[in-house]
């Protein structure tokens, strides 16, 4: 069974919105945090680190984790609702 | 038990464990060759990647890193990781829909043009080469430092090891291997990780532990920092790079990462789309145990080293009284001592104490000084330094490798965490080296044999090209690991930079842009392998100075700009050449809706 070509288009404009989300936390959290205002952060501690170091060294990383399971929750539900799922 | 027996039986343990994997797992067909037979569950696959990702590099290097350079070491960090969070999205599951072998089908089908196939097949054996040679290097060095034989013995060891079940098993064999080295190695990393980190500040955690507070009443970094600059190093949390050169070196690694053909291919081995999805998640779990265990043991390592060495009155220790982990890395060559001021005391600090590269030539005849110290040709003469930096001369010869390899003796801990870590780092290089020989193979007989050279062969004969490929493979996988390139550094940045220049952006864009034609992929991966060569080059062999840099930007980061220029010429020249036939369009279409992806099929 196939889904017609407007529910695809709709589905893939969803997609890439939900993509462009979760990118954009994906480049604050290590390009923003991590590289271009890590200086800016540094000037805070947090349990021991300085912010901007905390995030280039791991809390990008924990970052990054968390977006690629919030992005699997929010693509089955959309496979859900387009009923594309396998 | 003695240390070597319980190297011996830890690694020969864990040898008899991947070889039973393999012969229960062997390949029957190039389905189970290529992709495992599209059949592995996603947690399996993940820790799959984990371990095929994380090579001796990342294990036994990369905390040694982070501890020399510091912060600049969070492009390393970053990098490596973020990576998969442009596979999750972007790659994985448009990929594992279009339910292909090889990212070269992927390319040649896409792009319906054997061209544009054949130099996916190009970048893709280029990259993997450049990659497995640091590898196989890594397996002899590992045997060498733990059983006492030569590197080269210690890489026919590796090279046998990796011939049985990697041309037995193929994919479906070195996935489940795979498994098996994640929980070796993690294992490995961790014990020593959680101890060293529970001894110096009483957090198990090395994530928590780097930011906990010393006795002194100052934090770990806070410490490092102090004690660096006392040294005259830069400081610990300061950052030495240039926030662009940062920048385009983290998009070059995380790219890169994301372009890499043997992470891609691992996900064509998962049985639904949703599972690429999640197995690249499960996969970034796996990863990160290690990856955010790293700053921790880097930090540890950097202040246990400076405070045994320079002593709490920081005057520096007599060699007689260093402890015995000082000696045996020392008769390993990886510490050396030259007592610049004749003080009998070992001093650290900033600059050289080793004249050339800083490290110590020692020679067979290993002569001894008075003090039983290792004496090296190229010890540098005089005690001078700059006062105003550092309280003394720099007198010491540190490998990086030291942080992660001497970890378990500066914690005191028992002989078999020692020979963990050994089987830790040799099922790290192993599972590495496998993944990466599958994909050149594959890329062999199935690329170039059977999709360009001669279709008409069976399954059977494809297999045995595909086994036949592994072989030639391993051989000169091996004679590389023998006869090591020099600039090994720069050859695996030059992997990465063709990775993000060449590889992720053409995927991206036949996922993403309809429009995408033959003309404008083949101009855009050519531009963006010859402009990233091009500069390597230039600036590792042809003579060039960094004041010469594009913008600042290093080697390292160029595949940014070359991943630039692909699209940019890739977009121009689409423009200006047809469409792409109406049942091209009709796949990508196809490739973007999840339902119907089956098992990877052989077209």
């Given at each position: 069974?196939?889904?017609?070509s407007?529910?695809?288009?709709?589905?893939?404009r969803?997609?890439?919105r939900?993509i462009?989300?979760?990118?954009?936390?994906?480049?604050?959290?290590?390009?923003?945090?991590?590289?271009?205002?890590?200086?800016?952060?540094?000037?805070?501690s947090?349990?021991?680190?300085?912010?901007?170091?905390?995030?280039?060294?791991?809390g990008?990383?924990?970052v990054f984790?968390v977006?690629?399971?919030?992005?699997?929750?929010?693509?089955?539900?959309?496979?859900a609702?387009?009923?594309?799922?396998? | 038990?003695?240390?070597?027996l319980?190297t011996?039986?830890?690694?020969?343990?864990?040898?008899?464990l991947?070889?039973?994997i393999?012969?229960?797992?062997?390949?029957g067909?190039?389905?189970?060759?290529?992709?495992?037979?599209?059949?592995?569950?996603?947690?399996?696959?993940?820790?799959a990647?984990?371990?095929?990702?994380m090579?001796?590099?990342s294990?036994?290097?990369?905390a040694?890193l982070?501890?020399?350079?510091?912060?600049?070491?969070?492009?390393?960090?970053m990098?490596?990781?973020?990576?998969?969070?442009?596979?999750?999205?972007?790659?994985?599951?448009?990929?594992?829909?279009?339910?292909?072998?090889?990212?070269?089908?992927?390319?040649?089908?896409?792009?319906?043009?054997?061209?544009?196939?054949?130099?996916?097949?190009?970048?893709?054996?280029?990259?993997?080469?450049?990659?497995?040679?640091?590898?196989?290097?890594?397996v002899?060095?590992?045997?060498?430092?733990?059983?006492?034989?030569?590197i080269?013995t210690?890489?026919?060891?590796?090279?046998?090891i990796?011939?049985?079940?990697?041309?037995?098993?193929?994919?479906?064999?070195?996935?489940?291997?795979?498994?098996?080295q994640?929980?070796?190695?993690?294992?490995a990393f961790?014990?020593?990780?959680?101890?060293?980190s529970a001894?110096i500040?009483?957090?198990?955690?090395?994530?928590?532990?780097?930011?906990?507070?010393?006795?002194?009443?100052?934090s770990?970094?806070?410490?490092?920092?102090?004690?660096?600059?006392?040294?005259?190093?830069s400081?610990?949390?300061?950052?030495?790079?240039?926030?662009?050169?940062?920048?385009?070196?983290?998009?070059?690694?995380?790219?890169?990462t994301a372009?890499?053909?043997?992470?891609?291919?691992?996900?064509?081995?998962?049985?639904?789309?949703?599972?690429?999805?999640?197995?690249?998640?499960?996969?970034?779990i796996?990863?990160?145990?290690?990856?955010?265990?790293?700053?921790g043991?880097?930090?540890?390592?950097r202040?246990?080293l400076?405070?045994?060495i320079?002593?709490?009155?920081?005057?520096?220790?007599?060699?007689?009284?260093?402890?015995?982990?000082?000696?045996?890395?020392e008769?390993?060559?990886?510490?050396?001592?030259n007592d610049?001021?004749?003080?009998?005391?070992?001093?650290?600090?900033?600059?050289?104490a080793?004249d050339?590269?800083?490290?110590?030539?020692?020679?067979?005849?290993?002569?001894?000084?008075?003090?039983?110290?290792?004496?090296?040709?190229?010890?540098?003469?005089?005690?001078?330094?700059?006062?105003?930096?550092?309280p003394f001369a720099?007198?010491?010869?540190?490998?990086?490798?030291?942080?992660?390899?001497?970890?378990p003796?500066?914690?005191?801990?028992?002989n078999?965490?020692?020979?963990?870590?050994?089987?830790?780092?040799?099922?790290?290089?192993?599972s590495?080296a496998?993944?990466?020989?599958?994909v050149?193979?594959t890329?062999?007989?199935h690329?170039?044999?059977?999709?360009?050279?001669s279709?008409?062969?069976?399954d059977?004969?494809?297999?045995?090209y595909?086994?036949?490929?592994?072989?030639?493979?391993i051989?000169?996988?091996?004679?590389?690991?023998?006869?090591?390139?020099g600039?090994?550094?720069?050859v695996?940045a030059?992997?990465?930079?063709?990775?993000?220049?060449?590889?992720?952006?053409?995927?991206?864009?036949?996922?993403?842009y309809k429009r995408?034609?033959?003309?404008?992929?083949i101009a855009?991966?050519?531009t963006?392998?010859?402009?990233?060569?091009a500069?390597?080059?230039?600036f590792?062999?042809?003579?060039?100075?960094?004041?010469?840099?594009?913008?600042?930007?290093?080697?390292g980061?160029?595949?940014?700009?070359?991943?630039?220029?692909?699209?940019?010429?890739?977009y121009?020249?689409?423009?200006m050449t047809?469409?792409?036939?109406?049942e091209?369009?009709?796949?990508?279409?196809?490739?973007?809706?999840?339902?119907?992806?089956?098992?990877?099929?052989?077209?």
């Open positions: 069974m196939s889904i017609s407007d529910n695809a288009q709709a589905y893939w969803e997609n890439l939900i462009m989300g979760y990118l954009a936390v994906w480049f604050v959290a290590s390009y923003g945090c991590g590289v271009l205002f890590v200086e800016e952060l540094n000037a805070i947090l349990g021991g680190y300085p912010l901007g170091f905390w995030f280039g060294q791991q990008s990383i924990f984790v977006l690629i399971w919030a992005y699997v929750a929010s693509m089955n539900k959309l496979d609702k387009y009923d594309v799922h396998e | 038990m003695s240390l070597d319980l011996y039986l830890f690694i020969g343990g864990s040898f008899v991947y070889l039973g393999a012969v229960w797992a062997r390949a067909s190039t389905k189970e060759f290529y992709v495992a037979g599209g059949g592995v569950p996603p947690i399996a696959n993940g820790m990647t984990a371990a095929d990702w090579s001796a590099a294990f036994i290097s990369l040694g982070i501890s020399f350079i510091g912060r600049d070491g969070s492009a390393y960090l990098g490596w990781t973020g990576g998969y969070v442009l596979l999750a999205m972007l790659l994985a599951p448009y990929l594992r829909k279009f339910g292909k072998f090889t990212v070269p089908d992927f390319v040649g089908d896409r792009y319906y043009s054997s061209t544009a196939r054949t130099i996916a097949v190009i970048c893709t054996i280029v990259i993997s080469f450049t990659y497995v040679a640091g590898q196989m290097r890594g002899g060095i590992v045997f060498s430092r733990y059983l006492h034989v030569d080269d210690g890489v026919y060891i590796g090279m046998t990796v011939f049985f079940y990697a041309v037995l098993g193929g994919m479906k064999g070195i996935t489940y291997t795979q498994v098996a994640y929980c070796v190695l993690i294992l961790m014990v020593p990780a959680f101890f060293l001894q500040t009483g957090h198990i955690l090395p994530q928590t532990g780097l930011g906990a507070t010393l006795e002194s009443g100052q770990v970094l806070a410490t490092l920092d102090k004690l660096s600059v006392d040294l005259g190093f400081q610990y949390t300061a950052g030495k790079k240039s926030t662009i050169d940062m920048f385009f070196l983290t998009v070059a690694l995380m790219c890169g372009g890499l053909p043997h992470v891609i291919v691992r996900f064509f081995t998962v049985p639904r789309v949703k599972d690429a999805r999640t197995s690249a998640g499960w996969a970034l796996f990863i990160a145990i290690l990856y955010t265990s790293v700053p043991v880097a930090g540890f390592g202040v246990n400076i405070q045994t320079n002593g709490t009155d920081n005057a520096g220790t007599e060699y007689a009284q260093m402890p015995q982990w000082f000696k045996n890395w008769n390993a060559g990886l510490l050396g001592w610049r001021n004749g003080d009998g005391k070992v001093q650290y600090a900033a600059g050289k080793f050339g590269k800083g490290k110590p030539a020692f020679d067979e005849a290993d002569p001894r000084g008075e003090l039983g110290q290792r004496l090296a040709a190229n010890a540098v003469t005089g005690a001078e330094f700059d006062a105003n930096k550092q720099n007198e010491l010869y540190v490998d990086r490798d030291i942080m992660v390899l001497a970890n003796e500066v914690a005191n801990l028992p078999w965490v020692i020979a963990l870590v050994a089987a830790g780092a040799v099922a790290a290089a192993l590495t496998a993944g990466l020989l599958l050149i193979s890329a062999i007989a690329d170039l044999m059977k999709k360009t050279i279709p008409n062969i069976t059977e004969q494809e297999l045995m595909a086994r036949g490929a592994a072989v030639v493979a051989i000169i996988a091996g004679y590389f690991g023998i006869h090591p390139p600039f090994v550094a720069q695996v030059l992997a990465f930079g063709l990775a993000c220049a060449s590889v992720f952006p053409t995927i991206m864009l036949g996922i993403f995408m034609n033959t003309q404008g992929a855009g991966m050519l963006g392998l010859v402009a990233t060569i500069y390597m080059w230039y590792v062999w042809g003579g060039g100075t960094p004041d010469q840099y594009f913008l600042g930007i290093s080697p980061g160029f595949g940014t700009v070359g991943m630039i220029l692909h699209f940019i010429v890739a121009v020249v689409a423009q047809p469409e792409p036939p109406a091209i369009q009709a796949i990508v279409e196809d490739l973007r809706i999840p339902r119907g992806a089956g098992s990877a099929h052989a077209h």
